[in-house]
């Protein structure tokens, strides 16, 4: 490739990463790379390994599409780890002030309206809350390391942030980090780049306490997740706090052994979706938040249409607010209706009932529907009426009241408790999890 063309093509491809990349992102992975002109393969100079593995990973179809493709599918380009003295050959200049990075303690930015206070509580929440209160009153002392996991939305990020107010308020002499799992690695690249990791090292590890959140973007990456296994063993070792919150539970995450095995020391807790009454809570709370006047019977309706998560509750809240103050309407059920039809859900949860639960669940583990609806208490029946109580509250956006009634009777605090013991026993038993997996598939089919 001549060398002209080369540079061209350069230049459109980091025309291209900066329309794609945060500007973060950019400074700290893409800029620092050159190219080098004069060898006849294409050949990019990078800082180190991990902007190599790093580009590779996430621009992989980028580079084929600029510079070609080998045959196994890698981009048509060399990469070189580049030397001091490769840098630029230029005379000699005054060397620069050196640019220390802003402290880390400076950078933690706490959102304010995370905090216990604004956290609503439910059955699906009620236990992590708790835990995570623990935590908080006396860090260290117990549920160390505390790994929360659940889906987008449900509060994590939340609880992880409450825990830091409460640092910052009552335990003003500890040194505690709430960080993301992207801003972990986005630092150990800076102080890689700048010959400063010892520095960062050391910041990390004489924390008292560590927040991290969404540790699954450590997967595949493994000089990364390295550095921060050492560093996560090294603030164990020294009975130091470590909160973790994930989409999945550590047995799923596709880490090292190793990492699992630490993250899985402690207490393991999922929060989970919550049920029709905690969502009318956290709908009318996010309303007189912002001053919006929510009825019951609205906050009911608005709770049965959308499901999901959290955060699309305090969506709907804003956008019907805005709505109904710019319009001087009342909120209605028609107003309700065209202001917040689009995100109504119509998924396979809200057509899922007890009766076809029970159906799927009686086929897989082979024990009658009656059985499962009586109050036989033989092993295998009661082990196939706990995972069909805890499908049941996973799958069906009602009370828990509700729910268990339609096992013949059962009080709500029964079915909460087979939901608790089916959830931790998944976290250890593969083959529970794979034979609930297929009995959900079934059910959502």
């Given at each position: 490739m001549l060398a002209q063309s080369l540079e061209e093509t350069w230049s459109e491809f980091l025309s291209l990463m900066k329309e794609r990349c945060s500007r973060v992102e950019y400074a700290n992975w893409i800029a620092p790379i050159k190219v080098d002109l004069q060898e006849d393969t294409p050949t990019l100079l990078v800082p180190n390994v991990f902007v190599r593995e790093y580009l590779l990973d996430n621009y992989r179809d980028e580079l084929c599409m600029f510079f070609g493709t080998r045959k196994k599918g890698e981009p048509d380009l060399q990469f070189a780890v580049q030397k001091q003295n490769q840098e630029k050959r230029q005379a000699p200049v005054k060397p620069r002030?050196?640019?220390?990075?802003?402290?880390f303690e400076q950078e933690m930015k706490l959102n304010e309206n995370y905090t216990f206070d604004h956290f609503i509580e439910g059955p699906s929440n009620q236990f992590i809350k708790s835990a995570c209160l623990g935590v908080a009153s006396k860090p260290g002392k117990s549920y160390n390391p505390l790994f929360i996991h659940g889906g987008v939305g449900l509060g994590k990020t939340h609880l992880l942030?409450?825990?830091?107010?409460?640092?910052?308020?009552?335990?003003?002499?500890?040194?505690?980090?709430?960080?993301t799992t992207e801003g972990f690695i986005n630092d150990l690249v800076f102080h890689l780049r700048n010959k400063s990791v010892d520095k960062m090292k050391r910041y990390f590890r004489n924390l008292d306490v560590l927040l991290v959140d969404d540790i699954q973007f450590l997967q595949n990456r493994l000089n990364f997740e390295e550095e921060f296994c050492n560093t996560f063993e090294t603030l164990i070792n020294?009975?130091?706090?470590?909160?973790i919150t994930s989409d999945k539970p550590p047995g799923q995450l596709k880490l090292s052994e190793r990492m699992i095995a630490r993250m899985e020391w402690g207490l393991v807790a999922h929060i989970g979706m919550p049920d029709v009454e905690t969502r009318v809570a956290i709908l009318q709370h996010k309303a007189e938040q912002k001053g919006f006047k929510l009825s019951n019977h609205i906050a009911f309706y608005i709770a049965e249409h959308i499901f999901n998560n959290v955060r699309q509750l305090?969506?709907?809240?804003?956008?019907?607010?805005?709505?109904?103050?710019?319009?001087h309407l009342e909120a209605t059920e028609e107003v309700v209706d065209h202001t917040l039809?689009?995100?109504?859900?119509?998924?396979?949860?809200?057509?899922?009932?007890?009766?076809?639960?029970?159906?799927?669940?009686?086929?897989?583990?082979?024990v009658s529907e009656s059985d499962l609806r009586g109050a036989k208490r033989s092993k295998d029946i009661a082990?196939?009426?706990?995972?069909?109580?805890?499908?049941?509250?996973?799958?069906?956006?009602?009370?828990?009241?509700?729910?268990?009634?339609?096992?013949?009777?059962?009080?709500?605090?029964t079915l909460l408790h087979a939901w608790k013991k089916v959830s931790k026993e998944i976290e250890s038993n593969e083959r529970l999890r794979r034979q609930i997996q297929m009995t959900r598939q079934n059910i959502e089919a």
């Open positions: 002030p050196k640019v220390e990075k802003v402290p942030h409450a825990i830091g107010h409460v640092l910052r308020k009552d335990h003003k002499k500890l040194r505690f980090q709430c960080i020294q009975n130091k706090q470590i909160v305090e969506g709907a809240v804003n956008r019907l607010g805005a709505h109904c103050r710019l319009m039809g689009e995100m109504f859900q119509s998924t396979p949860q809200g057509r899922v009932s007890v009766d076809r639960i029970l159906t799927s669940v009686s086929s897989m583990f082979n082990t196939a009426r706990q995972i069909a109580m805890y499908l049941a509250k996973e799958l069906i956006g009602e009370s828990l009241t509700k729910i268990a009634s339609a096992f013949g009777g059962k009080k709500h605090s």
